[in-house]
C-alpha cells in the first residue's frame, strides 16, 4: 500500500511528471532561444539559462499594481501553474506508462484551456490599458487557434476509432503505425504546430505579449514570484504541449522506456527546430491576419483533414 | 559572495529608459544586442516592462517633465534593482547643464550604481561597464 502510493507520487511528481517535464521545458526553450541566436550569427544564452531566470525571479519583490482586483491578480498565476502541472503530469503517464493513462481528451484540453483564460483574466485585473489590449488580443487568438486545435482533435479521434482514451489512441497507433503517416495525420499536425506556437506565443503569434508595442501587454504588471509562476507554467508547457502532440499523432512502438525516452526526444528536438525556423522567418502578425490564418486558411484545411479520415485515408 | 547574488547577476534582465535623449545612446545600446556583441550570451534580456527589470538604463539629459515620469518609473521596479546611467548627458548633465529646463544629474535625483560616461559610449564601453556592475554586486 505504502509503496504503492510513494510509487504513484514518484511517477507524478519526478519521473515522468512534473520535475522531468520541467526540465525538459526548460531545456526545450533555451533551445529555442538559441536556435534563434545561431539564425542571427549570435552566440546565445547557456543552456541553463531558462532555470537562472526562473529563480531570479523568484527572489524578487513582488508589486501589486494599486487599484488592482488583489485576489484575481495573485491567484491567476497560480492556478495557472496547477493547471498546467496537472496537465504535464497526465500527459507524462500516458505516454511513458501506457497503463496509468485513464484520462480523456476532453479532460486535456480543459485543461489546456485554463492557463490561457487565467493569463487574461489575470491582465484584466491589474487595472492597466496596455494589459488590457494584450488580454483582448489573446482573447481573440484563443478563439482562432483553439478551435483549430479541436478539429485535429476530431481527426486523430475519427483515426483511432472514435475513442477518446489518451491510452486508446497511444495503443491504436503502437499497434497500426503512426498517424503521422497517413494524409489527414500530416493535415492534423500541421496545424497542431501552429497551435504549438500560438498556444506558447511565439513570433509571428505573439501579439499578446509583443514587448515593443504594448511593453510585454498581458505580463505588463506581473512581477517576482506572480511572474515567475507564469513562466514556469510556460516552461512546461514547452514540453508538455509538444508531448501531447506527439502521444496522438506520433507514437513510435517501442516497449522499453529508454527506447521511449529517445524517441520522445528525437520527436521533440524536431517540433522545436520547426518551431524556431517559423519564428525566425516571420514578423510578428497582425491580430488581424493571424485570425483570417486560422479561421481561413486553417480550418477549411482541417475540415478537408476531417474527410479524408473519414475516408480512411 | 551569496547565491542570490550570484542568481541576480547571470540572469540581469535590461529595462531602457530614455529621460530627454538625443537617441544616440539608445541606437548604442541596441547595438549591444546585435550579433557582434550579443549580450544574451551573458544571460541579458531587453525586456518591455519596468515590472521585469533588473537594470534600469538611463540615457539623455533629465529636464523639468520627464524627472516626475522616472521617478515613477523608479518607484514601480520590483527592487533589487539597479540604476545605470548611460552617456554623458545622465551623468552629468552634459552640454544642456546651463539650460534652464535641465535641472539635475541622474544622481541628484536618484541612488545611481554605475556611471558610463561617453558621447555616447561605444557598446565595447557599455558591457565593460556591466561586467563592472556585476562585479561590484558579486562582492558586496
Ligand atoms: S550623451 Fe551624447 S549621445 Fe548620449 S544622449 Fe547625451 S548628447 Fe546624445
Not at chain 1, 505579449?209 to 512546461?236: C, H, N, V, W
Not at chain 1, 525516452?261 to 493571424?290: G, H, M, Q, T
Request: proline share 5%; glycine share 6%; aromatic share 12%.
Amino acid at each position: 500500500m505504502i509503496m504503492g502510493i510513494s510509487r504513484a507520487i514518484f511517477t507524478y511528481l519526478i519521473f515522468p511528471g512534473i520535475a522531468f517535464s520541467f526540465f525538459m521545458g526548460g531545456i526545450g526553450w533555451w533551445l529555442e532561444r538559441k536556435l534563434s541566436a545561431r539564425f542571427q550569427y549570435r552566440v546565445g544564452p547557456p543552456w541553463y539559462q531558462t532555470f537562472l531566470d526562473l529563480a531570479k525571479l523568484f527572489i524578487k519583490e513582488t508589486t501589486i499594481p494599486t487599484g488592482a482586483v488583489k485576489t484575481l491578480f495573485v491567484i491567476s498565476p497560480l492556478i495557472s501553474f496547477s493547471a498546467t502541472a496537472m496537465f504535464s503530469a497526465i500527459v507524462a503517464q500516458g505516454y511513458f506508462f501506457q497503463k496509468n493513462a485513464v484520462a480523456d481528451v476532453i479532460v486535456l484540453l480543459y485543461l489546456l484551456i485554463i492557463p490561457s483564460l487565467f493569463i487574461i483574466l489575470g491582465a484584466f485585473s491589474s487595472r492597466n490599458a496596455l494589459a488590457l489590449v494584450g488580454a483582448a488580443r489573446e482573447t481573440k487568438l484563443m478563439l482562432a487557434y483553439e478551435f483549430v486545435f479541436i478539429i485535429s482533435l476530431i481527426i486523430v479521434i475519427i483515426k483511432s476509432g472514435g475513442s477518446i482514451l489518451l491510452s486508446d489512441i497511444i495503443r491504436y497507433q503502437a499497434q497500426n503505425g503512426m498517424h503521422l503517416k497517413s494524409a489527414s495525420g500530416f493535415i492534423a499536425i500541421t496545424l497542431s504546430i501552429f497551435y504549438i506556437q500560438a498556444k506558447l506565443g511565439i513570433v509571428p503569434f505573439d501579439m499578446a505579449e509583443a514587448d515593443q508595442e504594448i511593453m510585454a501587454g498581458t505580463m505588463i504588471e506581473y512581477s517576482g514570484p506572480l511572474l515567475g509562476f507564469f513562466r514556469a507554467s510556460k516552461t512546461l508547457l514547452y514540453f508538455s504541449l509538444p508531448l501531447f502532440i506527439i502521444t496522438l499523432l506520433g507514437v513510435v512502438p517501442g516497449d522499453t522506456l529508454p527506447a521511449k525516452i529517445l524517441f520522445v526526444a528525437l520527436e521533440y528536438l524536431i517540433v522545436i527546430l520547426i518551431i524556431s525556423i517559423i519564428k525566425n522567418i516571420n514578423p510578428r502578425a497582425r491580430i488581424k491576419d493571424a485570425l483570417s490564418f486560422f479561421w481561413f486558411f486553417l480550418s477549411p484545411l482541417g475540415i478537408i483533414g476531417i474527410l479524408l479520415a473519414l475516408k480512411g485515408m | 559572495m551569496g547565491l542570490k547574488e550570484k542568481i541576480l547577476t547571470k540572469s540581469l534582465w535590461v529595462f531602457h529608459l530614455s529621460v530627454g535623449s538625443c537617441n544616440n545612446c539608445d541606437i548604442e545600446i541596441l547595438d549591444c544586442l546585435t550579433p557582434r556583441f550579443d549580450i544574451e550570451r551573458l544571460g541579458m534580456q531587453l525586456i518591455g516592462s519596468v515590472r521585469h527589470a533588473d537594470v534600469i538604463l538611463v540615457t539623455g539629459a533629465l529636464n523639468k517633465k520627464s524627472t516626475p515620469i522616472l521617478k515613477n518609473i523608479y518607484a514601480q521596479a520590483p527592487k533589487p534593482c539597479f540604476v545605470v546611467a548611460i552617456g554623458t548627458c545622465p551623468c552629468s548633465r552634459h552640454m544642456f547643464k546651463d539650460s534652464y529646463n535641465t535641472i539635475s544629474a541622474l544622481d541628484e535625483v536618484m541612488p545611481v550604481d554605475l556611471y558610463i560616461p561617453g558621447c555616447p559610449p561605444k557598446p565595447e564601453a557599455i558591457i565593460a561597464g556591466l561586467a563592472k556592475l556585476i562585479k561590484k554586486v558579486t562582492r558586496k
